[in-house]
């Protein structure tokens, strides 16, 4: 069955970066975009960007150009999201979801806290 | 601002029918397909209609999509208390290159 296993709560300075994992199975990783949604608290989803796993071709919602970077360990079948400069507003969860034609996401990771605080 | 738009909340009774609207533009839902995702409190999304109006398998036939022009509809039929939950459309944007979701719009069953 296919499976997205994130890496667990993180918890970083203002100024600061985070890298989270999302771990794959149960599929062909190479196959399928791997997107990235984030959600503050009481909020809703916001898209930051996609990558596909075979090219490692990137795209990044213009709320995100310049501080998010998406990379990928296909021997691992791993995709990673690394944010940069952090501030108290990219305190939210943060999702990788398995992207498909039109589709942001068919099956989503548990989720991964970010909390960014002084 | 999001670049869709639906209501903030809308409810229901037990096996009632509702319909939530997600209104865009040309460069999103005018010009590819729309998807809807349910959420509850502490969980991932889970997509209930993709390419419009089309199901993925192990979704309930009391859901349904459409889309004409620049809105898209999801219908649920037949209201139950696990319907409660948030419900967010989402379509790409050919001039952000990137996904836009909807606001998001709170189910409640009375």
């Known amino acids: 069955q296919v499976k997205l296993v994130q890496s667990g709560a993180e918890v970083r300075r203002p100024g600061a970066s985070v890298k989270v994992s999302c771990e794959t199975s149960g599929y062909i990783f190479s196959r399928y975009d791997i997107n990235w949604v984030r959600q503050a608290s009481g909020q809703g989803l916001e898209f930051m960007g996609w990558m596909n796993p075979k090219s490692g071709n990137t795209g990044y919602a213009p709320n995100f150009q310049g501080r998010v970077t998406l990379t990928r360990n296909t021997s691992m079948s791993t995709a990673f999201l690394q944010l940069s400069n952090l501030k108290s507003d990219d305190t939210a969860v943060y999702y990788c979801a398995r992207g498909g034609p039109w589709i942001p996401g068919d099956f989503w990771g548990q989720g991964t806290q970010l909390t960014v605080s002084s | 601002q999001s670049l869709l738009t639906q209501p903030p909340s809308a409810s229901g009774t037990p096996g009632q029918n509702i319909t939530i609207s997600c209104s865009g533009g040309?460069?999103?839902?005018?010009?590819?397909?729309v998807c809807w995702y349910q959420q509850v409190p502490g969980a991932a999304p889970k997509l209930l209609i993709y390419i419009s109006d089309q199901r993925p398998s192990g979704i309930s036939d009391r859901f349904s999509g459409s889309k004409s022009g620049t809105s898209a509809s999801l219908a649920i039929s037949g209201l139950r208390s696990e319907d409660e939950a948030d419900y967010y459309c989402?379509?790409?944007?050919?001039?952000?290159?990137?996904?836009?979701f909807g606001p998001g719009t709170n189910i409640a069953v009375l």
């Open positions: 989402a379509s790409w944007d050919d001039n952000l290159f990137a996904y836009v």
């Open positions: 040309d460069s999103n839902i005018g010009s590819n397909s």
